[in-house]
């Protein structure tokens, strides 16, 4: 069965999608008449008034309303520090909505992301700070109001090298997708995500996107078995019909560590 999708996107995502979606009959068509950046960019001159799965739902929203297409799919990514806040760590996510069915899914990749940023002074510090800069990743250079975006290395070093002899300047990866090697990687990989979940169907009422999204806390303490705060079971519950189904974890029991009773 062959569906089209319309994408909305200014820089080329329907082809880092389009791998995963394809084996599933999808024909993707991008979108880019319309300034996404109105809802949020990445340098931050604009706020984000929404949550990135807000975002994400609402360019879907806007590719099937402004492409008269039944599905329509937006997508999101956002760094913010990992967890215990070591590191950044990169969430990207595809929502694609079915308008006439009236159902919503949402893929996703959330892992660690090399988003570097440096104060640079001297000409040493751009040597290094440049070397370390993996191919293809392109920069943002900021110096006071200045700001200069999608700069490869090369251009970056020879602005910076000239803006240098006007005082202290700072550089930052630029994470928009088509100038981000490693963020296309994980769009790809969301986009998987999102084919695996539309694939998965409600047994009841064959929605698609029922999966083990809901972790319910309680596996029982190795010693005392007391209810502990780690996850027990996985809950998918369907956002149409509430059909429910639990899922065994590969843990039956937790360590004493985790137990309110043994280690309060
Ligand atoms: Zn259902
Ligand atoms: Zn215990």
């Not at 975002?55 to 879907?60: E, I, M, P, Q, Y």
């Not at 630029?174 to 169907?201: F, K, M, T």
């Not at 009422?205 to 190795?222: M, N, S």
């Not at 519950?237 to 937790?254: E, G, K, N, S």
Request: proline share 7%; glycine share 8%; aromatic share 8%.
């Amino acid at each position: 069965m062959s569906q089209s999708a319309a994408v909305l996107s200014r820089h080329q995502k329907a082809a880092l999608m389009a791998p995963a979606l394809q084996p599933l009959g999808w024909q993707l068509i991008e979108l880019d008449n319309f300034d996404t950046d109105s809802l949020g960019s990445f340098a931050g001159e604009r706020p984000r008034f929404m949550s990135p799965y807000e975002c994400a739902l609402r360019k879907a929203a806007l590719a099937a309303e402004l492409s008269g297409l039944d599905v329509g799919i937006g997508s999101e990514g956002s760094f913010a520090a990992g967890p215990y806040g070591l590191g950044t760590y990169n969430l990207e996510l595809i929502c694609c909505v079915h308008i006439s069915q009236g159902w919503a899914v949402t893929g996703r990749f959330y892992g660690p992301a090399q988003a570097q940023q440096w104060q640079i002074q001297t000409l040493s510090q751009l040597d290094a700070a440049l070397a370390s800069v993996p191919a293809g990743q392109h920069l943002l250079l900021q110096q006071g109001g200045y700001l200069q975006k999608a700069l490869s290395t090369e251009k970056c070093r020879t602005l910076a090298s000239e803006r240098l002899a006007l005082g202290e300047l700072q550089l930052s990866y630029d994470l928009r997708a088509h100038l981000s090697p490693e963020r296309q990687q994980h769009i790809a990989l969301a986009a998987q995500n999102l084919a695996e979940r539309l694939q998965s169907r409600c047994p009841a009422c064959a929605t698609p996107g029922f999966w083990p999204d809901i972790a319910i806390a309680g596996l029982p303490c190795e010693s005392c078995g007391a209810p502990t705060p780690l996850t027990a079971q996985k809950q998918a519950c369907c956002a149409r019909c509430q059909h429910q189904q639990y899922y065994p974890v590969p843990a039956q029991y937790a360590q004493s560590q985790y137990c309110p009773e043994c280690n309060p």
